[in-house]
């Protein structure tokens, strides 16, 4: 992969993706614990629809955020492919460039294989 943006760029792009994508699912998830509150504290009727709208416009705005976010290595859409017609919101990796969300714990458990490797090869 060639890129003219540093490592330190892309894992911080990636990093934004991840934190934007965590917090569109617990958006989501909030309806099960407000559902029980609802119940719970007996709130008035007249806010349920407020509330409710509330929370569906925060995912909805969140939801598009995420789904249009730009992958820091190919600058493409990260869960869209090229022509916008197919997406996927749960891959964990670009669908543009393949560059996955967890850019740097791969490439530090790459290392430590290569570390490894080295290692058996001086004993031997
Ligand atoms: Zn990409």
Not at 37 to 52: D, H, S
Request: glycine share 8%.
């Amino acid at each position: 992969m060639t890129s003219t943006r540093s490592d330190k760029q892309i894992k911080a792009g990636l990093h934004r993706i991840k934190v934007l994508r965590a917090w569109t699912w617990g958006v989501w998830l909030a309806f099960l614990p407000l559902f029980f509150l609802y119940g719970i504290f007996q709130i008035p009727g007249w806010l349920t629809i407020p509330i409710g709208l509330l929370w569906l416009c925060s995912w909805f705005v969140m939801a598009l955020i995420s789904l249009f976010s730009r992958c820091p290595a190919c600058h493409n859409f990260f869960f869209l492919k090229g022509n916008l017609l197919f997406g996927n919101v749960f891959t964990r990796k670009c669908l543009n460039c393949g560059i996955p969300l967890n850019y740097r714990e791969k490439k530090s458990s790459k290392d430590s294989v290569k570390a490894n490797g080295d290692v058996h090869k001086n004993i031997n």
